[in-house]
């Protein structure tokens, strides 16, 4: 199942949002056999530290897809 979290932030997203998005994620009820994939979909940025730790399938930068 890909999991997609939308940030919208007037900052550059850091590495809580890892936590925050993961402790979403234990918080459903899993079905057996599946796996959650993580994306994260932002418009200001993310940290290096975020894109380093690979937590996430997929980062889209929501505010470049027009540019």
């Known amino acids: 199942m890909y999991v997609c979290e939308i940030k919208f932030s007037k900052s550059r997203l850091q590495r809580a949002v ?17 796996t959650f994939r993580p994306d994260l979909i932002h418009v200001n940025g993310v940290d290096d530290g ?9 980062v889209i930068d929501f505010g ?4």
């Open 50 to 58: 975020v894109l380093e730790e690979r937590y996430f399938d997929t």
């Open 18 to 34: 890892i936590s925050e998005v993961d402790r979403k994620i234990r918080s459903i009820a899993k079905p057996r056999n599946y």
């Open 64 to 67: 470049g897809l027009w540019s």
